[in-house]
């Protein structure tokens, strides 16, 4: 038996009330909750070795160096990625993809073709969008399907010879959909395109490895994985991360400065100019620590549990209809119809039931269904079964007070 009690008791913020009932927290696909272990590193970070890293020589500059290149080479073996400079700290998942896309814009012509998914997060559209209008390259969108899958046939006839990048979710966070990313890095790379992989919603629940996949560039948030905010990873192929020209300026990305000119640093600063979230890092590190030793296989399995529990007990509400009805993680996006999303949203709240409304940054998503938004109960390893009758019994009330 999954014991969701003893990790609950990980997590001080699960004991709080809202508006004087129990928090019932289903918003994790936003931001997932921070176990005890982790913000005490971030605790012991700032009460013992507070310092700048890489360029002290003193002991606290040093431990701290130490603590962060450590957290690099936890994050590496959890992704197995071949190299630890493969893997280039990030504020979260908007900045790796502005990183690569804003890269590329020095790599691409006009009448390039690049492909997206209709499936995406703003921050992995609105990038590309910007990368085209700079350099005339083309942007193709793989359709989807009303199960809330892609249209793979149809990704396959937009590849050809043109085409330079594909950038697609691992896992949709509107919907849950868990993509075919295989099949989609496996096809891109027959016509020499590379793959961006937006990890964000992937990564609390299935442990990725990047050398099987074969993908080009994956990216990813910290706070989705219990880690805390501002805080993220890029993993590139080393020889793609040589081949693109730096991202920002400054201090910890150069090897030489003159006035004349100026040499970059190797790999992974030339991508990490400036001071980092030094504590952000380290506290990563052992958020990615506490997950495996529970287990991803472990996690997958208990949260499909909740996932298949919540979806035949949300199905008995009349009226209900649910979007995303794939292979799918521990999301369930739905309606009732004739309210809006954000009228159930307000009074769960008031009974203590976190969820999002709206369009989740993915307004395509919503458009797609001609519908305004959604309300979204995504769920952690960390609820119950318990939590999920809370939930139904407010939906069902929120219902009555609404039609
Ligand atoms: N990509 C996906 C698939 C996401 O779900 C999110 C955040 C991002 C990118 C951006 O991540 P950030 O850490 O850089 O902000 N998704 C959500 C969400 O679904 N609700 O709140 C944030």
Not at 115 to 143: D, F, R
Not at 239 to 245: A, D, I, R, S, V
Not at 299 to 308: G, R
Request: net charge negative; charged share 20%; aromatic share 8%.
């Amino acid at each position: 038996m999954f014991p969701v009690d003893k990790i609950r008791a990980d997590f001080p913020i699960l004991q709080r009330s809202v508006n004087g009932k129990p928090l019932v927290y289903f918003d994790n696909a936003a931001t997932s909750q921070t176990p005890q272990i982790v913000i005490d590193a971030i605790v012991d970070y700032y009460s013992n070795y507070n310092a700048n890293i890489h360029r002290g020589v003193h002991t606290l500059s040093q431990e701290a160096t130490d603590k962060y290149e450590e957290a690099r080479i936890k994050i590496q073996k959890h992704f197995n990625a071949k190299k630890s400079h493969e893997i280039i700290f990030t504020s979260g998942t908007t900045h790796g993809i502005n990183m690569i896309a804003s890269g590329f814009s020095a790599l691409l012509n006009k009448g390039d073709e690049v492909i997206v998914s209709a499936l995406e997060h703003h921050s992995n559209i609105v990038p590309w969008q910007m990368l085209c209008e700079k350099t005339g390259a083309v942007l193709k969108v793989i359709p989807m399907d009303e199960d809330g899958s892609l249209r793979i046939d149809i990704y396959h006839e937009l590849l050809n010879s043109k085409t330079k990048i594909v950038f697609c979710n691992h896992v949709s966070n509107a919907l849950g959909t868990i993509n075919p990313i295989e099949e989609i890095i496996h096809a891109a790379h027959k016509f020499g395109a590379v793959v961006l992989v937006d990890g964000a919603q992937a990564t609390p629940h299935i442990k990725p490895d990047v050398q099987e996949l074969d993908v080009d560039f994956y990216v990813a948030s910290a706070h989705k994985i219990c880690g805390p905010t501002g805080v993220g990873l890029l993993y590139g192929k080393q020889k793609l991360l040589e081949q693109l020209p730096p991202y920002q300026g400054g201090g910890e990305m150069i090897d030489t400065v003159t006035f004349e000119k100026t040499t970059y640093a190797g790999l992974p600063h030339k991508f990490e100019a400036g001071t980092p979230n030094i504590c952000g890092g380290i506290a990563f590190g052992v958020a990615l620590d506490y997950m495996n030793a529970i287990g991803f296989d472990t996690i997958a399995d208990y949260e499909n549990e909740l996932l298949q529990y919540g979806t035949q007990e949300l199905s008995k509400i009349d009226g209900l209809k649910i979007y995303g009805t794939v292979s799918k993680t521990a999301v369930i996006s739905f309606n009732i119809e004739g309210i809006h999303p954000y009228d159930i949203g307000a009074i769960l709240d008031k009974l203590g039931v976190a969820v999002r409304t709206g369009h989740h940054c993915a307004q395509p998503i919503m458009d797609f269904y001609n519908i305004p938004g959604t309300v979204r109960a995504s769920f952690s390893f960390y609820n119950t079964k318990e939590e999920i009758d809370v939930l139904v019994n407010a939906v069902t009330k929120a219902k009555m007070m609404l039609s």
